[in-house]
């Protein structure tokens, strides 16, 4: 029998349809609807995303932030996601690597509410964020921040995305204080990974993001459509009353990312008065001593990130059927049925998972996970 907290619950809905999975969040005054669509081997990138824009259609829900993993299915990318979807008036990351129907990585996910308006934010004529509230508070995604100038030092590319960043929360009557979550997707990551934690730190200094609760953080290596060192995006949720709040949530079985040099929270709860959502950070094979554990072995570096992951979960009183949305992070697209028979041991069968095919942070990392997960009040 599934523990309770592994049972799904009232108010978080779970769907299979043609092979996506769409989970919907009840909220009083909206939805919010969370795809993931991943091409087998007889479906192609395109046939995917039109099947998730059905899905959108039917629900009358408009897109937050799109989110599209893989190398390009040939021609222009973008007129053919915006042809799938009737337009695209969102903010769009669009992460290389892994051809989709040939190795098992790729796919798309889509962050849509209901019933509420959405505002697309635009930084130098193009759009990179979305901005949406509900009564407890006021929702801003931005994604696929890429810096003004690819030809200059790495360096200060990372400066400038994290300057767009600033600019941009600014515009959306935010700061970085309201930031729950980062992701950055960095190109050659293992050359340069060191400078970009000191180009962040310095960033967090400057905006005194050490004063409250870091980001949770995703930080792989991945090409990028703009031949850039980096591209970047965030959550940042401002709320209405002290009854919004973030809160930093410690693993138990890794110590905090800053013992390290690492500016990041393990994971961020947002509490809110009619649901807890937890943002749990990219995890790794990392041992408590802050070392890279079973160097070498896969399958075993899947099974402590998958502890791991797990005991964060079981820590906020959540399971896997908690679980919104997740992305796998692979060094080889070959271990990817290595994380499909690790979820088939758990019972873990209909995870809404991406999986997708990047640099992890170390050298001998060969795997990494990102969850967001949500338990209603």
């Known amino acids: 029998m599934q523990p309770e907290r592994d049972k799904p619950e009232r108010g978080l809905e779970q769907h299979v349809r043609r092979g996506m999975q769409v989970r919907i969040v009840a909220r009083p005054s909206h939805r919010e609807l969370f ?27 408009r897109i937050v932030s799109l989110d599209v993993f893989g190398d390009s299915p040939g021609g222009d990318e973008m007129r053919l996601l915006s042809e799938a979807f009737g337009g695209i008036s969102c ?54 921040l890429a810096p003004a100038d690819s030809t200059r030092p790495r360096e200060q590319q990372a400066r400038d ?25 960095n190109d050659a990551i293992l050359s340069w990974y060191p400078d970009f934690n000191r180009v962040r730190d310095a960033f967090f200094r400057q905006q005194r993001a050490y004063d409250g609760v870091l980001p949770a953080s995703t930080g792989v290596g991945a090409r990028n ?52 959502q937890l943002f749990v950070s990219g995890t790794a094979s990392i041992a408590a001593n802050g070392e890279t554990a079973c160097v070498g072995d896969v399958d075993a570096q899947i099974t402590l990130t998958m502890d791991v992951v797990e005991a964060i979960l079981e820590s906020r009183g959540m399971g896997w059927t908690h679980v919104t949305r997740a992305v796998a992070y692979f060094k080889r697209a070959d271990d990817v049925p290595a994380f499909r028979r690790c979820c088939a041991d ?32």
């Open 91 to 144: 903010p769009v990351t669009r992460i290389e690597g892994g051809s989709p129907a040939a190795r098992g990585v790729g796919g798309v996910q889509v962050w849509a509410v209901t019933r509420v308006p959405v505002e697309p934010l635009e930084l130098d004529g193009r759009i990179v964020g979305s901005v949406f509230e509900d009564d407890h508070a006021r929702y801003c995604r931005l994604s696929g």
């Open 346 to 377: 758990r019972a873990v069968g209909s995870l809404p998972v991406v999986c997708a095919q990047s640099t992890i942070c170390r050298d001998e990392l060969l795997f990494e996970l990102e969850v967001d997960a949500v338990a209603m009040s």
């Open 35 to 61: 795809i993931t669509g991943a091409p087998d081997a007889g479906k192609s990138a395109e046939a995917v995303w039109r099947e998730v824009a059905d899905v959108l259609r039917d629900r009358h829900a």
């Open 161 to 185: 995305v994290f300057e767009q960043m600033e600019a941009t929360l600014r515009n959306a009557g935010m700061d970085f204080s309201d930031v729950l979550r980062t992701w950055f997707f």
């Open 225 to 276: 459509a703009f031949g850039a060192a980096l591209i970047g995006g965030l959550l940042a949720v401002r709320g209405k009353s002290d009854e919004v709040r973030a809160v930093a949530i410690p693993s138990p079985l890794q110590q905090p990312a800053m013992d390290y040099g690492s500016s990041f929270s393990r994971a961020v709860e947002l509490v809110l008065p009619d649901c807890r």
